[in-house]
């Protein structure tokens, strides 16, 4: 199954069989084993880091970010590089990679796999949105 770390506070709870006070605004599920006959918790993981200027570290001399999303298959990857004065994009690339049969992530198929990669993109930007929607609402 594909899990987060957000999935770990829900799963205890689970696994206590204790009520969730927070489960209407908790973005983690109960993981589940397929031992059991479950159904997968999670048809996509996400991820995001953000990386700041370091002098002793020549590939981050500007301000990046690095977001994935991952199917058990296929993980799309958008690097941004931000300008230096505030945060505004300078440049943004892709990268795709069929991690069943790629699991090094040699073979960048993101431009060989258009629909695939225009699809992962678009629920990539959808799950980012919900975290900038939800930060500026409140």
Known sequence: DL?????IMPTLLAMLRLTDP????????PLVFSSFGDKPTN????????????????LFNLPTTAEAIRSKEW??????????AGFRPDSVSY????IKTDPYEKNDLF???PVRAQDLTHKLEAWLKHFTD???SS
């Open 3 to 7: 899990a987060q770390t957000v999935d």
């Open 43 to 58: 048809e996509y993981a996400y991820a995001a880091s953000m990386f700041l200027p370091v002098t002793s570290n020549p």
């Open 22 to 29: 927070q489960a209407s605004i908790r973005e983690g599920k």
């Open 75 to 84: 993980k799309l990857i958008k690097n941004t590089i931000f300008t230096e």
């Open 134 to 136: 939800s930060n500026t």
């Open 95 to 98: 990268e795709l990679y069929n």
């Open 111 to 113: 431009n060989s796999e």
